[in-house]
């Protein structure tokens, strides 16, 4: 493959899953207004006007406004959602029909805008004017693209869906709709699964169920019959390991939903795209028939969850769809594996190969091939490194700091931020927390590298990581030389006040110390007295050493409502008190409130990750000593 091809790929992926990821989180939203059209519409299975009344309202403003704010969200977080939502009314109001289509294009534009528009006056704001221009900024731009897609996307878009509904109901008219599986069938086994099916054919079909009460499509990718005949073809008369792990995989796919689970075992003989392809269109043509389908996407595409959606007088024709196709792709599978003399790959190279093809790492094909999620990986995986605590205020924003500077020294074109795990977003492709976190990580990111460590201002596992990511084609930019305005301790005097810096400090115990940071920050005003507690419990949840005699402590994330406004205390501890088996004479106090508390966060991380300047700070005699060693980060 040419490096354009794979640009290409790459693009194509990249694009797939965008557009599945607008539509993926809001399944539940979906699968609801499904059960409640199956249930009480005139010709549901419990016919009821009154609850049926729901059904109009959630499919014209519920879901795509879900999809709007999912999309403008997915390019600039919640600001960018509340744009992007604002945008979507403009379409739904300005067209007859359900915008699913004009909400995956107005949601990420609303993101899109309110990001540029950030980005040029960063840094022009005035000090205590950010809440005004942000939220104004967010109205005034959402209205104006709201009235633009009332005006002109409503209307292209209610032509465009018209033109791709009737192209479906002409392609079932003259019998060639089973066709679409010579496509569908292998595209989504190489990288578009997802992004065929929410991306393209949810849409589309639910504005056909507006029209006709069910749509095929929604079973065209989703139809686990295809799959399940080429795993059970494996328990048959595959071979070894493959063999071993078809059981499993076809619980897995068939009732679980989980269709990659299927996609190793046909790359492992690529003569089996012909078994599903065949199984594919066969269960097409067998709904086309029978005029199979659903009233809402199924998702995960699993038996259970297809018979969940199906409307009443639908059982039989879909129960057929799924069965026909099975038992033609189990057909021709045996035969292929039977008869096949090219020899059979291994389920480990096509679980890697697999991965390959679709850009990200893949949970199911780590559990069939063993491989550990933190294995290696380079620049061309990673674009983005999250640190993750329990309140993400404190180590995580300290680390971040610190990978961040050795991004940049490095040349690295990626973006380094932090957050709590509680916020972890789905698609976290590497995440760093402390070893006692790492576990809460993982469940809330399964398919994420982790790394864990136990020292966040000096662990040795920042340069191996740099190591790993600094490759021989990776895209690196040099380092940026724009200077950041009033990135100086005078320019966050209310975060960390003089006043607040104690030297020649003692304590009989850790707990004492962090009472006596919390008191400081609740006389300050900068945190309710509940915050106090909140930092003795955030410290039994796992420690806040930090490493090179510092500790952070800080509340939970629970307790950031708690939180009135940033603060920062520092508290020397000359001879040192025990910090869970370590030596603390360092403690930095921390409330962080809309990231007021970054920038002196970032400027203590650096300064602490030298012990030459922890040394300097420990020792010296006044406050002010403390400041200059903490601002001369600032400067560098």
Same mark, same amino acid.
């Given at each position: ?171 079932? *008219? &003259?019998? /060639?709709?089973? +066709?679409? #599986?010579? %496509? =569908? ?135 057929? *769809? &799924?069965? /026909?196709?099975? +038992?033609? #792709?189990? %057909? =021709? ?304």
């Amino acid at each position: 493959m040419t490096q354009q091809d794979r640009g290409i790929k790459v693009g194509v992926q990249k694009f797939g899953n965008f557009l599945s990821s607008m539509v993926m989180p809001n399944i539940g939203a979906f699968i609801a207004w499904g059960l409640i059209t199956a249930l009480f519409i005139e010709a549901g299975w419990f016919p009821n006007e009154e609850l049926a009344s729901l059904v109009d309202p959630m499919v014209k403003y519920l879901l795509p406004l879900l999809i709007g704010y999912t999309g403008g969200k997915l390019i600039y977080d919640a600001r960018g959602g509340v744009v992007g939502a604002i945008a979507t009314m403009g379409v739904i109001v300005g067209a007859e029909i359900p915008m699913f289509l004009g909400a995956m294009i107005m949601g990420p534009i609303g993101g899109w805008v309110i990001k540029k528009f950030d980005s040029l006056i960063e840094g022009k704001v005035k000090t205590g004017f950010e809440m005004l221009v942000n939220n104004f900024s967010s109205g005034i731009l959402g209205g104006i693209l709201a009235i633009l897609s009332y005006l002109l996307v409503g209307p292209g878009v209610s032509v465009l869906t018209g033109w791709l509904v009737t192209g479906v109901e002409w392609m079932l *008219g &003259v019998g /060639v709709l089973p +066709l679409t #599986s010579i %496509l =569908i069938e292998p595209a989504k086994i190489l990288f578009l699964n997802n992004a065929i099916n929410h991306g393209v054919l949810s849409p589309i079909g639910i504005e056909q169920v507006k029209q006709t009460g069910a749509s095929i499509l929604f079973l065209l990718e989703a139809n686990p019959g295809p799959g399940i005949g080429v795993l059970l073809a494996y328990c048959f008369f595959g071979r070894g390991t493959a063999k071993q792990t078809a059981p499993g995989a076809s619980i897995i796919h068939f009732f679980g939903g989980i269709h990659e689970i299927y996609f190793p075992y046909v790359l492992m003989n690529p003569l089996l795209f012909i078994a599903v392809i065949l199984g594919g269109i066969s269960g097409v043509f067998t709904l086309s028939v029978l005029g199979g389908g659903l009233v809402a996407p199924s998702s995960p595409g699993s038996f259970l969850a297809i018979l969940a959606v199906t409307p009443a007088g639908n059982y039989f024709a879909n129960i057929a *769809g &799924v069965v /026909v196709a099975a +038992l033609v #792709s189990l %057909l =021709i599978s045996s035969i292929i594996l039977k008869t096949s003399k090219t020899k059979e790959g291994s389920i480990e190279d096509a679980s890697q190969k697999m991965q390959e093809m679709k850009g990200k790492k893949s949970s199911v094909a780590s559990a069939l091939s063993a491989e550990d999620v933190n294995g290696d990986f380079t620049s061309k995986d990673i674009d983005h490194i999250i640190f993750a605590c329990d309140a993400g205020m404190g180590s995580s924003a300290m680390g971040a700091s610190l990978l961040r500077k050795k991004v940049k020294e490095a040349g690295l074109n990626m973006k380094v931020t932090n957050t709590a795990i509680s916020n972890l977003p789905s698609d976290a492709k590497l995440v760093i927390t402390q070893e006692e976190l790492t576990p809460r990580a993982k469940q809330k990111v399964p398919n994420a590298y982790h790394i864990s460590v136990d020292n966040f201002l000096s662990s040795p596992k920042y340069d191996e990581l740099i190591q790993r990511l600094k490759t021989e084609d990776v895209v690196v930019e040099a380092p940026s030389d724009e200077k950041v305005e009033d990135q100086s301790p005078s320019g966050n005097q209310d975060v960390l006040r003089k006043e607040n810096i104690f030297v020649n400090q003692q304590f009989s115990s850790k707990e004492e110390a962090i009472r006596f940071a919390g008191r400081v920050l609740a006389d300050g005003g900068y945190v309710d007295e509940s915050y106090i507690e909140a930092m003795i419990e955030r410290d039994k949840i796992t420690t806040t050493y930090m490493g090179n005699d510092v500790a952070i402590p800080h509340g939970t994330d629970e307790a950031k409502k708690s939180v009135r406004k940033s603060g920062v205390t520092i508290i020397q501890v000359p001879e040192g008190i025990d910090y869970d088996g370590q030596k603390v004479r360092l403690i930095f106090g921390i409330a962080g409130k809309d990231g007021g508390h970054l920038e002196i966060l970032s400027a203590i991380a650096i300064t602490c990750s030298e012990m030459e300047n922890v040394e300097k700070m420990a020792t010296a005699k006044t406050a002010d000593e403390i400041l200059d060693i903490i601002g001369a980060s600032f400067e560098n």
